[in-house]
């Protein structure tokens, strides 16, 4: 599998994500120590004591538990110092009781932003944009969202597109437009001719056409 260089390029869907090691507000830790029957959402975001920012961090903090039973840790960024960090918790808890209860990254050096191409020189090179990286236990990189300084992201979506993915690992199966948890799943296509006949023949599932079938989990 192609490495990933320390320069401001975006790792791809399908890359091993990107070793590193950091400073946190829970201590130093490296990529590679978390889980490994552990998903991780891995999030960015331009700078403590903003307003969009304490919203988007908010809202992770708000949903951890949701996170939680799918099996996924939260780790934040921002090219601020840990005091800074420390500080802006503090603040939002006091001000809100919210508490950003999972590690945030303090990337001084951007050392963590130029690795995983959080810095799009015509947005800012000294602060992140709004990215989200879905990590699976493989430390694979599964899934990843930008989005502009300017626009917050959806939460209700980032948590869609985990539950998505963990069930098309589970039953194999793709998911169609706006796909939920209790919508019907498509199956994957037949490859051979035996295979559009017997699904042509098949009444366990929903057909559009052989190509197109759809089915409930149970």
């Given at each position: 599998m192609e490495s990933i260089s320390e320069t401001n390029t975006m790792p791809r869907i399908g890359d091993i994500a990107p070793d590193f090691e950091a400073v946190t507000t829970a201590g130093r830790l490296r990529l590679s120590d978390y889980?490994?029957?552990?998903?991780?959402?891995?999030?960015s975001h331009p700078a403590d004591f903003t307003p969009v920012c304490t919203t988007e961090m908010s809202g992770f903090a708000q949903r951890k538990s949701e996170f939680d039973a799918l099996n996924t840790?939260?780790?934040g960024l921002s090219i601020d110092s840990v005091h800074a960090h420390l500080g802006w918790v503090a603040n939002v808890k006091e001000k809100t009781g919210v508490y950003f209860d999972f590690p945030i990254i303090a990337d001084i050096d951007?050392?963590?932003s130029k690795l995983y191409g959080m810095l799009q020189p015509n947005e800012s090179m000294t602060a992140a944009v709004r990215a989200v990286f879905f990590i699976d236990p493989s430390k694979k990189i599964r899934l990843v969202m930008y989005y502009p300084m300017n626009v917050?992201?959806?939460?209700?979506?980032?948590?869609?597109?985990?539950?998505?993915?963990?069930t098309s690992d589970k039953y194999k199966v793709a998911m169609p437009l706006d796909w939920k948890p209790g919508d019907k799943v498509i199956v994957p296509p037949p490859k051979t001719l035996a295979e559009m006949e017997a699904r042509m023949n098949d009444d366990s599932c929903e057909k559009v056409d052989f190509y197109l079938a759809k089915k409930e989990l149970v």
């Open positions: 889980a490994k029957d552990k998903w991780l959402i891995m999030f840790e939260l780790l951007m050392k963590v917050g992201r959806n939460m209700d979506e980032i948590l869609r597109a985990l539950t998505a993915l963990q």
